[in-house]
């Protein structure tokens, strides 16, 4: 018996091996070594990493373009995650209605996660010219001023959003989707037939059993807005007017492969890993307290 | 037979025992790419003893990056044509190329420009062969200067003519108080702004200390003029990204940018397009632009088969067929004295500027913290035209932060 369990416990681990030493050699080992290097005035031009204590870490937070880059990132998820949320589960509650071409519709809105962000972007960066593009047109159709869009700094931000917003939509379309769902009819009915409206019905019932829905896109969210980079360095190089798009994975970016910092690159990226930990672990002690499962 | 079979198995292993294999890495895609492809497979033609293995690497920015790895890695090829090479050759101590030229005396050195020389250097010394160079011309819309009451044929000489020009040509077509159409807009502002210091007489870095000249009074002075550009409506502020899209549009007069632009615009737009060197402020210059030719040390047979290929590549009649195709600037005197070139040059009116300008080119030796200067100069050219600085504050931050960025 107990050789058995032996066999197994071997079995188990050669079946595990392939995963686990493609996840130790690129994901456990670089970790480590970022910790280490964010110790070092390595610059990829000198091979010899040298040990200089905190000077990393001093120069990042005494550099306004990596405060301003933290800014930036708190600005982008700030604003994104709470419209996406809003945004994909009122989408969501309408495609979970009867309503005709609903095929349709969740395929028109979860195109864009599948298409590349690149090309998107590129198209975009047209649909927000100043001069020819289409928004600029609307605006004035309307009667409004037309705005710069990607080249003015308050402006520049706003528009990444935006795009960042209609990229994303559709996937987390789909996962509330799938939880609306999920949740039996005969909860619902069963708060009719009490007497409630469809708002209390909604707010009531549906929402308070999509909660682990919601706790995981938000979770997401957060994760997904710390580390943008695609767009923001496709649709407003160099971080934009005035850095005004300039956000952490893009400054880690650039004082690794502009400046060939490789030591302030990686006290950056620890920077961001422990404000990601951080916010995740506040979230997750918020979620114990609201989050329901039925 | 059986005898035959052996010659013949003993000629086969001869051959491929003393051919060579060499990996090149080249950034050029589409057309220019398929150009350099061409040569190389001609090359292989007469060098039948050398097998070229061609690798893309991406564009400039992607090719350096790779580089950048396989020097951690030690995985680095026998060659390439790689932007910023001097950087990767000298700064570690690899002058092989420099054995090469001095060793070889079919190599004619002196007839490469000065400048092209200047550019290869690290501390210096020459690590590296200018190859697919580019200079910044002016480019401009003969139609968009007529209406204005402009002389076609007449491009600005100077800057301030180019400000008054510019001035005339900038519209604006639905009263909605932003211009529609724009005199002037500058494609990549640090190289226009390096060219306008060393028009003022003003270096940009002293070559042996390191020390960023920029600060100083006639840096200030250009600085300020670049903010006149923008304060007078001859340029847009900050968008400089969108100056090809207007240029091809028909919305700008005068472009600023680098002379690969004149192959692509051309006889290819709906109006005339114009070529000229770039204005003056109290002189002539040109900052030259691109990508070299390095050598990475491995064997001795390699790194032979190595010099080869370059030798040939920048041989007049090679360099000058790359030039035509891709509209890179000839580094060589003699590639003009080519009969298909000169040819060329007279059919091309627009490429003979691009061509001839050459001869004002400037350059400084290859440093570190090359890429930080320009990421500097953008940034602080965008914080003037958006007034969050003036120029001679503007000048002295980016100089002290680039001060600051060679001591550490």
């Known amino acids: 018996m107990k ?60 550099d306004e373009k990596f405060l301003k880059s933290i800014r930036n990132t708190l600005y982008f998820a700030g604003v994104k995650i709470p419209l996406d949320l809003v945004i994909s589960l009122f989408v969501a509650v309408l495609l979970d209605k009867k309503i005709r071409m609903k095929k349709f519709y969740r395929v028109s809105y979860f195109a864009p996660v599948v298409t590349p962000m690149v090309a998107v972007a590129l198209i975009w960066i047209w649909l ?22 990607l080249y003015d700094p308050n402006w520049a931000m706003p528009s990444v959003i935006l795009f960042s917003l209609w990229k994303g939509l559709g996937y987390d379309i789909i996962i509330f989707l799938a939880g609306l769902q999920s949740i039996p009819t005969h909860l619902i009915e069963a708060a009719y037939i009490d007497g409630a409206n469809s708002r209390q019905a909604f707010f009531k019932v549906t929402l308070p059993l999509l909660s682990p829905i919601v706790y995981f896109v938000v979770l997401m969210g957060i994760i997904n807005s710390f580390k943008v980079f695609t767009q923001i360095s496709v ?25 060939y910092r490789m030591g302030r690159a990686s006290a950056a990226s620890l920077v961001l890993f422990c404000m990601v930990i951080a916010l995740t672990q506040i979230q997750k002690r918020l979620g114990r307290k609201s989050v329901e499962y039925s | 037979m059986k005898r035959f ?19 090149f890495w080249y950034p050029l895609s589409g057309s220019k790419g398929q150009v350099f492809k061409e040569l190389v497979a001609r090359f ?13 690497t991406g564009k400039y920015s992607d090719t350096a990056q790779k580089v950048v790895s396989a020097l951690a890695t030690k995985s680095l090829p026998n060659g390439g044509i790689i932007p910023a090479g001097p950087i990767f050759t000298g700064a570690y101590g690899n002058y092989k190329i420099l054995e090469y030229i001095e060793s070889d005396s079919e190599f004619n050195m002196s007839d490469f420009y000065e400048v092209g020389w200047d550019y290869a250097k690290y501390k210096g010394k020459i690590c590296a062969i200018p190859y697919n160079i580019s200079t910044p011309v002016l480019i401009y819309n003969k139609e968009l200067m007529a209406e204005a009451g402009l002389d076609p044929s007449k491009p600005p000489e100077t800057w301030a003519e180019l400000l008054e020009y510019a001035k005339k040509i900038t519209k604006d077509l639905n009263d909605d108080g932003e211009p529609d159409v724009w005199g002037l807009n500058i494609k990549d502002t640090p190289w226009i702004f390096k060219a306008m210091l060393f028009q003022n007489d003003c270096g940009i870095i002293d070559s042996n200390t390191l020390t960023p000249l920029f600060d100083g009074p006639k840096g200030v002075e250009a600085a300020t003029f670049w903010k006149k550009l923008v304060d007078e409506k001859a340029m847009p502020v900050g968008m400089h990204n969108l100056a090809d899209k207007q240029f091809m ?34 002189k002539r210059a040109i900052p030259i632009g691109g990508a070299v030719l390095v050598l990475f040390p491995h064997s001795k047979a390699e790194d032979d088969a190595v010099w080869k290929l370059i030798k040939w590549l920048v041989s007049p009649e090679n360099l000058g067929e790359f030039c035509i195709m891709t509209g890179y600037i000839p580094i060589r005197k003699s590639v003009l004295e080519v009969p298909k070139v000169r040819k060329f040059m007279e059919e091309n009116p627009n490429y003979r500027v691009a061509f001839e300008q050459m001869k004002y080119g400037r350059a400084y030796w290859h440093f570190e913290q090359m890429g930080t200067m320009d990421a500097l100069l953008y940034e602080y050219l965008d914080k003037i035209e958006r007034g969050v600085l ?17 001591e550490s």
């Open chain 2, 390 to 406: 003036t120029p001679e504050e503007a000048m002295k931050e980016a100089a002290e932060k680039l001060r600051k960025e060679i």
């Open chain 2, 5 to 23: 079979l052996l010659v013949a198995l003993v000629v086969f292993l001869t051959i491929t025992a003393l051919s060579v294999e060499i990996v």
């Open chain 1, 3 to 62: 050789k058995r369990e032996h066999r197994e416990t071997v079995v188990a681990y050669v079946c595990l091996a392939p995963a686990l030493i493609l996840a130790v050699v690129f994901m456990i080992v670089p970790m480590i070594m970022v910790f280490y290097i964010s110790f070092s005035n390595w610059d990829f031009v000198n091979p010899v990493k040298n040990f200089v204590g905190l000077k990393n870490y001093v120069y990042i937070f005494s």
């Open chain 1, 128 to 149: 927000f010219d100043p001069t020819f593009g289409p928004f600029n047109q609307i605006l004035s159709f309307v009667g409004l001023k037309p705005l710069k869009w």
């Open chain 2, 44 to 56: 292989e033609k007469v060098y039948p003893d050398v097998k070229v293995k061609l690798v893309y």
């Open chain 1, 235 to 259: 649709m407003t190089p160099r971080g934009g007017p005035l850095y005004s798009t300039g956000v952490m994975v893009f400054y880690i970016y650039q004082q690794a492969f502009e400046n």
């Open chain 2, 249 to 282: 549009s028909g919305t700008l007069g005068f472009y600023m940018g680098s002379s690969s632009r004149i192959g692509k615009w051309s006889g290819k737009l709906p109006f005339e397009v114009g070529v000229a060197f770039l204005p003056k402020m109290v």
